[in-house]
């Protein structure tokens, strides 16, 4: 088990679907509920060794076939992120977004400023979140987000793997 420092254990309870948005920077592996979620954590950990982060160059689409279609791929672009990859069931909830940047979606400046805070942080970041802002007031989704960095120090992409209950 690798702690980032404290987590809101309720957190581990789904939560109602008219619930607000909860954003965690404090959490344990332990207290995330997926399963890709954290095989996902642990292959981020085992590929960064003793780096801050590891690179985008560093993830094998092979080693992580299973989570793919959770995953959705962020690249900064000067104040805006561009989507470089939507996995299909990410693409099934919100929308082929491959290719979109944030300021080209409807909720992209919620999105911006919770990226914006993973890069300025360099530490991942967990999220549970009703999606009743795109009419999906029956699904919630809970996301990990982590740093990706090509020079070990500065972040230019966040992957984000979703869940969705």
């Known amino acids: 088990m690798i702690p980032i420092s404290k987590f809101c254990i309720e957190c ?4 109602k679907v008219n619930s607000r948005p909860e954003f965690f920077t404090d959490f344990l592996i332990s207290d995330i509920t997926s399963k890709h979620q954290i095989n996902f954590f642990n292959y981020w950990h ?13 993830l094998n689409p092979a080693d992580i076939v299973k989570i793919l279609p959770f995953i959705m791929l962020f690249e900064k672009k000067d104040s805006d992120f561009k989507v470089r990859l939507t996995g299909t069931r990410c693409a099934s909830v919100y929308g082929e977004l491959t290719g979109k940047t944030l300021k080209e979606m409807q909720c992209g400046h919620e999105i911006n400023g919770k990226l914006k805070w993973c890069i300025n942080h360099k530490q991942p970041f967990y999220q549970i979140e009703p999606l009743d802002s795109i009419q999906k007031k029956h699904l919630v989704s809970s996301a990990l987000a982590m740093p990706l960095s090509n020079d070990g120090q500065d972040v230019n992409m966040i992957i984000v793997i979703h869940d969705f209950f």
Request: proline share 12%; charged share 55%; no cysteine.
């Open 12 to 15: 581990r309870v789904p939560r």
């Open 46 to 58: 085992k590929l960064r060794e003793d780096r801050s982060m590891p690179s985008r160059a560093d």
